[in-house]
């Protein structure tokens, strides 16, 4: 029964191997965020090495990407982490939320909850590995952002308007 139940699973870890899926390697760069904000070389540095694998159109896969399941469960963050954050389609968004998504940004990096600890564990990734300096050069970064659209744009055109429930 065992060897049974064994073959079984060797032959769906084989299978599954062959099942394609998308990539996140499109590079489209049309509405990336430096297109609209200063984005400063050593900002640009962190934002690829900590921040771009999930965020942005630019994935770089690390060899064990090519070994199923690992490989659809990294599809998956990724996909996950565009959905929160793009910064390759950012200048797309309206203000209001490009404003938020600073916002969010700072609060993840201050808390420590961006990078992942899944990304950074055992050694992998170690670019990023944010010291304390690092946070707060992106932290400080994306403030001037926010200090940017508030000093270009009017006030009402920057806040998240309240969704309010269809009428029944």
Not at 3 to 20: E, H, M, N, R, T
Not at 46 to 75: M, R
Not at 139 to 156: E, G, N, R, S
Request: proline content about 6%; overall charge negative; glycine content about 2%.
């Amino acid at each position: 029964m065992i060897k049974k139940i064994s073959i079984a699973v060797l032959v769906i870890l084989v299978v599954i191997q062959f099942i394609p899926y998308e990539k996140n390697d499109s590079n489209d760069m049309t509405y990336d965020v430096s297109k609209s904000y200063n984005v400063p070389e050593n900002v640009q540095t962190l934002l690829k090495g900590a921040c771009n694998d999930c965020h942005s159109n630019q994935t770089v896969y690390p060899w064990y990407s090519k070994i199923e399941p690992i490989g659809f469960w990294l599809n998956n963050h990724i996909v996950d982490g565009k959905r929160h954050l793009n910064f390759s389609n950012f200048t797309q968004l309206p203000l209001a939320v490009q404003n938020h998504k600073f916002e969010e940004t700072i609060e993840m990096v201050e808390e420590k909850e961006m990078p992942l600890e899944s990304y950074t564990a055992m050694g992998l990734h170690p670019e990023a590995n944010l010291s304390d300096s690092d946070r707060q050069v992106l932290i400080d970064w994306a403030k001037d952002q926010m200090a940017y659209l508030k000093a270009t744009y009017p006030a009402d055109s920057l806040v998240m308007k309240r969704r309010t429930p269809p009428a029944q």
